[in-house]
């Protein structure tokens, strides 16, 4: 169980609601150290002048904001301590805002709240319930960690969910940042922008996080156990896709139908199979299983059957090794 990174209280108007913050995430990132080819020995980050060479005490560490190249304001640790704005203990809202209003791109972090005495727990539940009724986010700014934090304050799925945001003033401007952005054009070809809006409706889906994966740190981890048990690694790259000219996006899109409309009749045929199991009983799917050959049939409950059973019903892939 998480501990809390902050513990205060929230207010809207006069209501006072004691709460704690807890991390939503964690990072499964795989995490390497440095180490010295050809040894074990690991190899650290020093602070080191740059001019002498030599490793520098932390206590002898300041900040330097550069005005010019080569000239700096110097402020010590203890200056900055004084401007901090400190740990706050209050999370005010300010205000309701409508969440679908807000750009994706200014939300950063996000984190649990939950009450943080049970005696709180009906003014905890009433905001819950009133911000998911009203499709309303609270607006607050608060401090923690020597950082104020401009943060929203919604309902999710029973509980407050606060997300941190950024600034206005930190979000760049795209027509400044991206280079060749073209200008947004009103004169589409008919037939193309009905096609792709088509191709859009065929891959609609439902949101489902579990359906997603790093797959990369995947190959990350089993290159890391493969090279722990000795075994061989060849890794192989797909070859990377060519741009769609504008004279081949009719076809592009027209083939993309067709292989949207075949992955389509798949699942309709896969969850057709699904339904015809789940009106079997055991004997039912064990009669089956035991025809197809499935292992350790005799050891499974009905749901099991049923899984492996659509398990073996689904297209394999021709998995090519490389060589």
């Known amino acids: 169980m998480a501990k809390p990174v902050w513990k ?16 939503a995430t964690e990072s499964h990132t795989v995490r ?24 520098v005490p932390f206590e002898d560490v300041v900040k330097g904001y550069e005005l010019t190249e080569g000239q700096y304001v110097v402020v010590e640790p203890a200056e900055l301590e004084e401007v901090s704005p400190g740990r706050s203990r209050t999370i005010e809202i300010s205000g309701f805002a409508d969440p679908a209003e807000i750009d994706p791109v200014f939300f950063d972090k996000t984190y649990y709240l939950g009450p943080a005495d049970p005696a709180a727990a009906k003014v905890y539940q009433l905001l819950v319930e009133a911000l998911a009724h009203s499709h309303r986010a609270g607006i607050a700014v608060f401090s923690m960690r020597g950082r104020e934090y401009l943060t929203a304050v919604d309902s999710a799925d029973g509980l407050l969910e606060l997300h941190t945001m950024h600034w206005a003033d930190e979000l760049r401007d795209p027509q400044q940042e991206v280079p060749g ?16 809006e088509q191709l859009i409706g065929m891959l609609a889906v439902d949101w489902r996080p579990d359906d997603y994966h790093d797959t990369y740190g995947e190959r990350v981890r089993a290159l890391v156990e493969a090279k ?20 081949e996006l009719m076809d592009a899109l027209r083939r993309s139908l067709d292989q949207a409309r075949g992955s389509g009749r798949r699942r309709a045929e896969s969850e057709k199979a699904a339904e015809d199991l789940s009106s079997l009983s055991k004997a039912e799917l064990y009669r089956r299983a035991a025809a197809l050959g499935v292992p350790h049939r005799s050891t499974m409950t009905r749901d099991q059957l049923q899984y492996a059973l659509q398990a073996a019903a689904r297209p394999r892939r021709n998995l090519k090794r490389a060589s």
């Open 8 to 23: 205060g209280t929230l207010t809207f108007g006069l209501v006072s609601l004691p709460v704690a913050l807890y991390p």
């Open 32 to 55: 390497f150290h440095q180490l010295q080819r050809g040894t074990t020995d690991r190899v650290r980050q020093r602070r080191v002048n740059e001019r002498t060479g030599e490793e």
């Open 181 to 196: 952005l073209p200008a947004r054009r009103k004169d589409f070809n008919r037939t193309e922008l009905a096609t792709a």
């Open 228 to 247: 722990a048990d000795g075994r061989a690694t060849t890794p192989s790259a797909g070859a990377e896709p060519e741009a769609t000219g504008a004279g």
